[in-house]
């Protein structure tokens, strides 16, 4: 493994949050590894409150997309060790030929060419990660590039985890978030957070929580407006207030005070497993219900008890009826799954550690 390299990571941002969530964090993990950073994104705009000091940061780049195409960038540019696409984007035409030219003209090597892809538990992924995909056409004509499938089982990437994650976990100041944020929370009551799209069984939480002492915090965005909506149909409203967003620390911090977890997408799963308190995932929805596979192989991953993987299904609108009241037995088979799962995820190598690995 070489010490010091430069890596463009290329991000376009699709919708929602997950795709720079993930690019950025991978950006900031591979600088604290003592590596410089190009994070070519088409809309940075979410970094102002997911990792407002982003512009600032030593070691690290963030470049406007277009410029990735622009001839007098380009000819400014050291050629970069590896590049990495993120999510099925494609690297603009003009950057592959610039740095195929150089190559040539230095009679350097390809940099190091990774297709990161999106987290599944699936059994397949192990036999998909490290494969080579030799480019057939284009500038980069007899180039390769590898996929890189981030799991959860060896055989396949890991998951980003940064090295003092543990430590600022452990020195959190739990009562004072829970303090500062739900002030009034009665004895006996659960700090519930709430990040997901449109669950079809957000009412039915929302009707249970009514009455209760527990109290729902609501990330900004999607979240709110389905909170906000669902609402308007009840006559009698649960104890809930709003939160504003924070950056990626200030994220977990939530993670970690919640007594239970609504998490979604890729990166917060991911993260709620790594905190691992109670949580209640919300797969992100795709077209042909290939997220349905995808929920089954996670809840097969860890282990889920019925109660866990009936709470799962009626939350992703993948099987009709009651909403399972979420009380104390199926709260403490949850919180065993969950940290069992954690120590797993400790144990195994992080996705950074096995990205260098494959650098030549
Ligand atoms: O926003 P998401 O739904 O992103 C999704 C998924 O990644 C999905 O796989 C992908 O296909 C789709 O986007 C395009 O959920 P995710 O992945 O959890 O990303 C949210 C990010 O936002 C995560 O890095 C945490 C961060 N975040 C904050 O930093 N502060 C906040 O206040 C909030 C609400 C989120």
Known sequence: MQSRQLWDIFCTVI?????????????????????????????????????????????IEVRPWADASQASTLQTLPPADV?????????????????????VTTRAQQPTWINLEYLSAEDWVPRMHGL??????GPTKGWTKKFFYPGFTEGTGGLLRETDLLAR??????????????PHLAPGGLLISLFCYEPAALPQLLAELVGTPHHLLVTPGRPLAAVQQALQGMTEQPNWSALPFTDQNG????????DLNFVRGEDSLVRALLAGQPFIWHIYPQDDNAHHAKLEAFLDWIQAPDSLRKAHRVWNGMEAGEWPALGSTALGDLTVCVQAARQRLFQATDL???LRLLVV
């Open 15 to 59: 919708d929602n949050h997950g795709d720079l969530g993930v690019c950025w964090r991978l950006t900031r993990q591979l600088r604290d590894a003592g590596q410089r950073v190009r994070l070519w994104v088409d809309d940075a705009s979410a970094l102002a409150w997911m990792a407002p000091t982003a512009h600032q940061e030593p070691g």
């Open 83 to 103: 590049w990495v696409e993120a999510f099925g984007c494609e690297i603009p035409e003009a950057f592959m030929a610039h740095f195929v030219e150089c190559a």
């Open 132 to 137: 080579p995909s030799p480019i057939m056409s």
């Open 169 to 182: 976990q452990q020195s959190f100041d739990r009562a004072a978030w829970r303090q500062q944020h739900s």
């Open 251 to 258: 994220f977990d911090d939530m993670l970690w005070a919640c």
């Open 352 to 354: 950074v550690s096995q």
